[in-house]
């Protein structure tokens, strides 16, 4: 029990010492990185949704009675 208390504790406090290293961004660079997620998404939701409209439309000319 000693040792796994021990392991945490190491584990712990070297999770700490990485989290300093962590280069955080700032506002501007949060708002930047942010936006462009958003348009990717919004990009990447677009051409799918273009996508599925034309496979709609070629299998119901395909299964057309």
Do not use: C
């Not at 712990?12 to 990485?18: A, P």
């Not at 462009?36 to 009675?65: F, K, N």
Request: no cysteine; glycine share 4%.
């Amino acid at each position: 029990m000693k040792k796994l208390l021990r392991n945490l504790f190491v584990f712990l406090k070297n999770v700490r010492r990485d989290l300093k290293k962590v280069h955080w961004p700032n506002r501007r660079e949060l708002t930047t990185y942010t936006a462009i997620v958003l348009i990717s998404v919004a990009v990447v939701g677009a051409i799918i949704w273009v996508v599925d409209l034309g496979y709609q439309q070629l299998l119901t000319l395909i299964l057309r009675d």
